[in-house]
């Protein structure tokens, strides 16, 4: 694959997923149609995946404080690829997110991609329905895929992993989570891509974690690790937390891990590194 595509931002997922897909990186600003055009004019990709966004330097909430740095890396820049891929007849790759959505642990079903976005407290999570919902209504003619991912997680240490971040908590809650295992993740896309898939796609893992569940996984390599559970009322922060369907990936012939099954490979790895 490594001549038909190229990625647009060598951030953590760019990385890995160049990596994975033994892709080319461009990391240059796009700040501009002109920008975008120029670069599939010079590497002549068949597919372009859009890593570009921004979701804070500590976190989420600074995009709070930066709402017109969040609003164009996350919305204008994957409009701007779009319309260059368009105009190029080649395929956009868009990488999503998942945490666009209110849930009830006591009602809701695991979330399918038809279901409406609706979680707007968060301006990571407005900027993040902007271009999904724009982006959606040209995959009904266009070829674009709108890959969502959840919480991170990774089998090296980065910052960015959602097991590095964990060791570096005091406190974690304890609700269910859909989760996105990088390597997983690799192959799923690789997969998506090899079938032309279209439209929006949930791509997480089956199932769901709580992070003490992870944590003890942890703990049986470093006994001494310890930490606290708390309510997620407790820490003040403005978050969701949800379990997206796999269903519509299922159908496409992947079969997606289920989380629980790639904790013991993750750990294992990431203390080896």
């Known amino acids: 694959m490594t001549k038909d595509i190229l990625i647009f931002g060598g951030g953590f997922i760019g990385s890995r997923l160049a990596e994975g897909l033994a892709a080319r990186v461009c990391r240059k600003n796009i700040m501009s149609l002109r920008d975008a055009q120029a670069q599939i004019a010079r590497y002549k990709p068949k597919v372009i995946i859009n890593c570009i966004g921004y979701t804070g330097a500590a976190n989420v909430d600074d995009c709070e404080k930066q709402k017109d740095q969040a609003l164009f890396a996350n919305v204008f820049v994957p409009l701007l690829l ?66 969502r991912i959840r919480i991170p997680l ?86 969701t937390n949800l379990v997206l369907s796999t269903r519509k990936l299922e159908k496409t012939g992947y079969k997606p891990r289920h989380i629980h099954k790639v904790l013991q490979e993750c750990v294992a790895h990431y203390l080896s590194c």
């Not at 891929?85 to 997110?97: E, M, P, Q, T």
């Not at 992993?161 to 269910?176: A, H, Q, S």
């Not at 079938?195 to 003490?212: E, H, S, T």
């Open 82 to 147: 779009a319309e260059a891929a368009i105009r190029s007849g080649i395929k956009l790759v868009h990488i999503s997110s998942g945490c666009i959505y209110h849930y009830d642990y006591r009602k809701d079903k695991p979330l399918a991609e038809e279901k409406d976005p609706d979680f707007l407290e968060l301006y990571y999570s407005r900027t993040k329905i902007y271009a999904e919902r724009a982006l959606e209504a040209l995959t009904r003619q266009r070829n674009i895929l709108i890959a």
């Open 154 to 239: 990774d089998d090296r240490p980065h910052p960015r992993n959602i097991l590095t971040k964990l060791l570096g908590y005091k406190r974690v809650i304890d609700l269910p989570n859909s989760i996105t295992y990088i390597p997983d993740f690799i192959k799923a896309l690789k997969h998506l891509i090899s079938i032309d898939a279209r439209g929006v796609y949930n791509v997480v893992n089956k199932g769901a974690l709580r992070y003490p569940q992870l944590l003890e996984v942890y703990k049986r390599y470093v006994p001494d690790f310890a930490w606290q559970v708390v309510s997620y009322r407790a820490l003040k922060l403005v978050r």
